[in-house]
């Protein structure tokens, strides 16, 4: 547990405003404080009453929380609801001609769905998925552009009971391929290509691709959406069918599929500390309640707001804050397809100028990039529209923090640093803003009936200002419910023997302040934090020793101003230790290989080449040597358990 003990010295506390107070759904700490005492009090209760007002509900559960066979736990699970029932069919009477969503496409473009033009483009899209034979609990996997479509494949998914897999449109062909394998998936919705800053990506090829390198014999069907006028490579006339094709003659209603409250609603696979990632299976009832109670306590929720969050559907934020949250509620959301980059850093605050943003939530990488480019650029926007902001994905730090606020909030918005992961399904430590004073680069408290904690070794709460091992002590309706196919794997991960099983055991250390407010310090496991983006040092090791020229890797990552963390590869070829251009080169079609087996956000920033690895004389690598090499610093440790301590020369010296 090194370095998690370093306590951050931040003080500053920025309470709401009296208008924000006044206005928001839980008003001051005696709101807040209130309905945790109601959660303490009747914990199960507490769920059920949020359940009962929140969704709606074709038969009422009678049962809460079923933990007969923990840490398999079911809530809910007697009654029978479907999801995009709750996010669209419900909003029909009152509000079908509000606006759902306002799609920006990366050339600017603008267009708008209200809720009863979604529903029947959800229907018809349903209606095509059944005529392709897909049914309640089939696999679809999705490989989309960020496009209104994506959001539309995932809730006609929903509505059929198929569960979707999503797979980030940044995925290279393997990653893929291993996805819809592990998922089995039946069907693959894709698109033809997808623009981002101006470069198009032939999704439709890359999945191709995917499928010709086997194991994919469960996909009959792959789904084409035209999203631009490029004709696809090839077309295989059997598998293939254009979306526009597909929904042609469908109707444009749907009846929904009733599921019970635990069938799966999605599988999302996310790294972990092994080479293979973990397919993350959300339920119905639970995870949108999850989503439901954090629009309406974190971001606030108001009929008026025009909410955008800047993620990707292929991410668990742009699942919960786009396809579903926002959806269930009721929202006005913008769905935004390109980067914050192009045409230039502006493009968010014209955006929110554009249309008239309230509620705006974006990751902390993009924050920090966007300050180096442009730090003034906000101001040429009018950005008064704007009355609440949001954070996700890793710590932010303060200096980023109070631009945010002042810069970008004219020091008007709260700002909701929302702690949570794709397992958690929604946000779990997060100022409730009308409510909690915040702290820059503190998520603050948890919400109420999320008993989060944190401990030492044994299990035991440590001490304020101690750091330890974040945890969850009970089970909470949008959690994980299972890892798709290893039910062992997801035991031994998230409730170890250590604690007995009964502790959710997060992956992230933390420390609390004096007022007890929570501060992540960072994972505890092999996972790295790439412009908020999860990866796992195990994942690139195995990409990279896939290339015939590896004998040998281990992948660490190293603070970067920017991106949090950055990738550093260190690499034992089989031929000699290359050297000046040889070893670009070599390094280059490495970066470059990575980049075909997994993603580009994978590629390692850095190379470094050498003629073996640190290990100990068990053969194990000492990661923390070769993370203090990549830093730059001095190695003070003992480094007489080595076998071959010359080599951590060499790598200091192998920067190229
Ligand atoms: C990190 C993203 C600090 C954390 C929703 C967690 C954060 C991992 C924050 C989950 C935050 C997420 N402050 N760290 N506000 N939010 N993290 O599954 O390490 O992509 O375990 O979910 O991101 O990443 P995931």
């Not at 999801?83 to 920006?104: M, P, Q």
């Not at 994919?216 to 059997?238: A, D, G, L, M, Y």
Request: aromatic fraction near 10%.
């Amino acid at each position: 547990m090194s370095g998690i003990d370093s306590v951050l010295k931040e003080t500053r506390l920025f309470p709401p405003s009296d208008e924000f107070r006044t206005n928001a759904t839980v008003s001051g700490m005696d709101g807040y404080n209130a309905l945790c005492d109601k959660a303490t009090a009747d914990y199960e209760g507490f769920w059920a009453d949020l359940a009962r007002s929140m969704l709606s509900w074709k038969k009422p559960f009678t049962q809460v929380l079923n933990q007969d066979n923990a840490p398999f736990f079911k809530w809910f699970e007697d009654g029978l609801i479907n999801v995009s029932y709750n996010c669209i069919d419900r909003h029909l009477e009152t509000k079908a001609n509000k606006v759902a969503i306002i799609f920006e496409a990366d050339d600017g473009s603008v267009t708008r769905v209200t809720y009863r033009e979604l529903y029947h483009r959800v229907c018809q899209f349903a209606n095509g998925l059944k005529s392709l034979g897909v049914t309640k609990g089939d696999r679809v996997v999705i490989y989309m552009p960020h496009t209104i479509e994506a959001v539309v494949a995932m809730q006609a998914c929903a509505r059929i009971g198929a569960i979707h897999s999503v797979v980030f449109g940044g995925f290279s062909a393997g990653a893929l391929r291993d996805r819809i394998q592990d998922a089995q998936a039946k069907v693959v919705i894709t698109a033809n290509e997808t623009v981002r800053g101006g470069k198009a990506t032939p999704l439709k090829s890359i999945t191709d691709e995917a499928l010709g390198l086997g194991g994919c014999e469960s996909v009959s069907k792959v789904i084409v959406f035209q999203r631009t006028s490029t004709k696809p490579e090839h077309w295989n006339e059997e598998r293939n069918i254009w979306w526009h094709k597909l929904v042609k003659d469908q109707a444009d209603t749907c009846e929904p599929e009733w599921v019970e409250a635990e069938h799966p609603l999605f599988i999302l696979y996310t790294s972990g500390s092994t080479g293979k990632p973990k397919g993350i299976q959300h339920s119905s009832a639970g995870y949108l309640l999850g989503t439901q109670v954090t629009m309406k306590w974190v971001f606030d929720y108001k009929e008026t707001d025009v909410y955008w969050c800047t993620a990707d559907v292929g991410w668990i934020t742009g699942h919960s804050y786009i396809a579903y949250g926002p959806l269930g509620i009721g929202a006005t959301q913008v769905v935004f397809e390109g980067v914050p980059t192009y045409p230039d850093a502006s493009r968010f605050w014209q955006m929110i100028e554009k249309h008239e943003v309230t509620t705006f939530y974006t990751a902390p990488t993009a924050i920090r990039s966007l300050i180096k480019l442009g730090g003034d650029l906000p101001k040429k926007y009018d950005l008064s529209s704007l009355r609440l902001l949001g954070t996700v994905g890793e710590p932010i730090n303060p200096e980023a923090w109070m631009w945010y606020y002042e810069v970008v909030g004219g020091s008007r918005c709260p700002i909701v640093d929302t702690w949570w992961q794709t397992e958690t399904g929604c946000n779990m430590i997060a100022p409730l803003p009308g409510a909690v004073a915040t702290k820059p680069g503190s998520c603050t408290l948890p919400i109420p009936g999320i008993m989060a904690d944190i401990v030492d070794e044994s299990g035991a709460q440590v001490d304020l200002g101690k750091g330890g091992f974040l945890v969850v002590s009970k089970p909470w309706p949008s959690m994980v419910r299972n890892i798709w196919g290893d039910s062992e794997r997801f035991k031994k991960t998230y409730f170890p023997e250590d604690y007995n099983g009964k502790l959710y055991l997060a992956g992230d250390s933390a420390h609390r302040d004096e007022n007890g407010y929570i501060w992540i310090m960072g994972r505890i496991d092999d996972v790295l934090n790439v412009s908020g983006h999860r990866l796992g040092t195990m994942e690139i090791e195995s990409a990279l020793v896939a290339n015939p020229l590896v004998a040998e890797a281990a992948v660490v990552g190293k603070p970067h101003d920017i991106k949090g963390e950055s990738v550093v590869a260190y690499v034992v070829l089989k031929a000699a230790r290359p050297e000046g251009e040889e070893a670009k080169r070599i390094a280059k079609e490495l970066r470059e290989w990575v980049a075909h087996e997994i993603g580009k956000i994978a590629q390692p920033d850095e190379i470094r080449f050498g003629d073996n690895l640190p290990k100990t004389r068990s053969g194990k690598i000492m990661r923390r040597l070769l993370r203090d090499i990549a830093k730059g610093l001095e190695i003070t440790a003992d480094t007489s358990t080595l076998e071959n301590p010359a080599i951590l020369e060499q790598l200091r010296q192998s920067a190229i």
